[in-house]
């Protein structure tokens, strides 16, 4: 298994383009299984979650074509409606073909995606909500299976704004007969810009961008060629990498509104930044202590959790950081620790004492996001970090190695 070689502390210099959102092209890939036609999918960015989400939908019979950085899909001849649990069990967001299959084919057979390492991970909402849309659900040896003469346009309520159950059902509902509305839907970027993406097939959605989708079914959807865009939560680990070593880099490629609420919470903590339309630039900066809640957008996002307690090590100080989104986001700490961070737990708050110097040791990834948290910290810890099973960091960091290379790092992936 590949590992990370990372020596510091380092300081970085230069500017960064960030990759296309995963999470806006995962469910978006889910979503040309709604058409016959082409769908040309640019820039997709190589990560472990998409080759997952591809193996998919290849099993289900999609004709798949690379170009470039650019896939196209074609779902004329759909061969099979059931995702098996050798590749749900690896990617929870393949749960998002059961709202698609269900509209189009009337029939879908999803493996349950069980838990992973943040949580139990249910689909409540998702299941709950297809049966106000019409689909017989039922549940047996680990499987999901949904059928439906034809899905009916309902009036849904979220219990919660679930990311994954507002894109299933959004999907769903834009070839359900007659009008769909939903409330207290997310509000995250990459779910407007599924409901774009649709909106391009020639779905009829209004409200995107608000709690309150409206959606008027059609007959059939057409093909289109779509971009997405660029992922907030790459973006926001490469600003706080930028902060963390008193760097000045530019991060571009994105849309720093997307990730508004952290910038502003940084800069009254005494960030010194740039920020444009497109792009973030770090100063040096002296930073006071952090104390932040996640929440849904356009809160603080969990997906960048692990990044802001990285941070708070390199803070003089307390910092407090509570996970309220997932109930065991935490593993980075231990790792954390290992380098000398002081970190205690205390149910879902972390308390830092910033501003001690680290040392480097040898850590092992847990998560996506945790993963991301290690690379950090090991940029400012003294000496040669070796971080273990990055496979999970190639999950949604594309060419993380080499980005942080430009930038000045330090790093090296060795076998
Ligand atoms: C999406 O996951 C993201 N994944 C996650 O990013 C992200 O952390 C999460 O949204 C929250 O922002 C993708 O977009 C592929 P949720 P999702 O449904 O859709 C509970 C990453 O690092 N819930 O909004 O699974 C759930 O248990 C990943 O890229 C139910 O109880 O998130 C959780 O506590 C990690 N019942 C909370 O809601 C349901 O039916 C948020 O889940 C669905 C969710």
Redo the contacts with the bound molecule.
Sequence with gaps: MDKLLINGPCKLNGSVEISKA??AY?PIMCGVLLTKESIRLQKVPALRDINTMNSLLSQLGIKIEKEGRDIIYTADSITSQEATYDLVKTM??SITVLGPLLARFHHAKVSLPGGCA?????????LENLAKLGAEINIESGYVEAKTNGLKGAHLVLD?P????TENLMMAATLAEGTTIMENC?L?P?VSDLAYFLKALGANISGIGTKTITIEGVAELGGCDYEAIGDR?EAATYVLAGLMTNSEITVTGFKPAHIEFILEKLVAAGAKLEIGDDFVKTKASILKGLKLDTAPYPGF???VQAQIIALCTQIPGASVITEN??ENRFMHIPELKRLGAQISLKGKSAFIEGGNPLKAAPIMCTD??ASAALVLTALCAEGETEIQRIYHLDR?YEKLDEKFSSLGAKIQRVK
């Design positions: 995963k999470n995962l929870r967001a943040i949580g139990s991970r249910p689909v409540n909402l998702h919660f679930s990311v994954g159950a997310a995250e990459e939560i996002p969990t997906d989104i997932f996506l996001r949604g």
